[in-house]
């Protein structure tokens, strides 16, 4: 089964607030940790990453946390914007593997 | 716009039947990943091609198959279609060693009808 999942289904946050995606794992060896956005109809689409020697990495509106003591991976949006309403996955890769498995996605709904 | 390219965007067949999917991959990448996506499900990863061999294998069932060609593409084979199969299939590409840390960059997929 999968080792990464998501804490919830769906997300709703008014327009301009922040928004706070959550991701657990449970495998302690993965160390690569990836966030994809994807749009209705449209292929996931990488956003940021984040390595295992890291606790945090800011992007562009984005800004993403790894907390390796809980297993716990957080991708937090500043001034949510319309656009960005679509399906977070989080993704991780096991040390030594070739492979990424995703976790199953949290839809994030913009009010408006 | 990805840079990937997958063909035919859309596909209905019946039961029992056998489908060809196709990914291009971006110009320079020479790893290929597909990807099983069923409805409000995550993605599930089938495979992985890095210059033409098999270098990862996921949850792919006995009657898939796929295969990357010496310009690089890839396809997919679909045989003895369940109704359990129809899905969106994605194909993604990296540049590199194909390693789970390479940035894996997806195509538009194929959504997949099994009547």
């Known amino acids: 089964g999968e080792s990464v999942g998501l804490h919830l289904p769906t997300l709703s946050v008014q327009e301009g607030d922040n928004s706070i995606i959550n991701c657990a794992y449970s495998?302690?060896?993965?160390?690569?940790f990836i966030w994809y956005k994807q749009e209705s109809g449209k292929g996931p689409q990488f956003i940021i990453d984040?390595?295992?020697?890291?606790d945090k990495r800011q992007g562009q509106r984005v800004t993403v946390l790894l907390n390796k003591t809980v297993k716990h991976l957080s991708l937090q949006i500043a001034a949510t914007q319309p656009g960005d309403s679509a399906v977070y996955f989080c993704?991780?890769?096991?040390?030594?593997?070739?492979?990424?498995?995703f976790g199953k996605g949290t839809r994030l709904h913009i009010l408006p | 716009d990805s840079g990937v390219t997958q063909t035919p965007k859309h596909l209905i067949t019946a039961t029992g039947q056998r489908v060809t999917l196709r990914c291009s991959p971006r110009?320079?990448?020479?790893?290929v990943y597909w990807y099983q996506q069923s409805l409000d499900q995550g993605l599930q990863f089938l495979i992985q091609?890095?210059?033409?061999?098999?270098?990862a294998k996921g949850n792919i069932l006995e009657r898939f198959s796929a295969q990357q060609f010496p310009d690089l593409h890839s396809e997919l084979n679909l045989s003895s279609l369940e109704l359990g199969d129809s899905a969106l299939y994605f194909c993604?590409?990296?540049?590199?060693?194909?390693?789970?840390?390479?940035?894996?960059?997806f195509g538009p997929g194929t959504r997949l009808t099994v009547l």
């Open positions: 993704a991780e890769n096991i040390r030594g593997d070739d492979k990424i498995i």
């Open positions: 984040i390595r295992s020697n890291m």
């Open positions: 091609y890095y210059n033409g061999e098999e270098r």
């Open positions: 993604a590409s990296s540049s590199s060693g194909g390693r789970g840390t390479d940035t894996q960059y």
């Open positions: 495998n302690s060896a993965s160390d690569y």
């Open positions: 110009s320079g990448d020479l790893s």
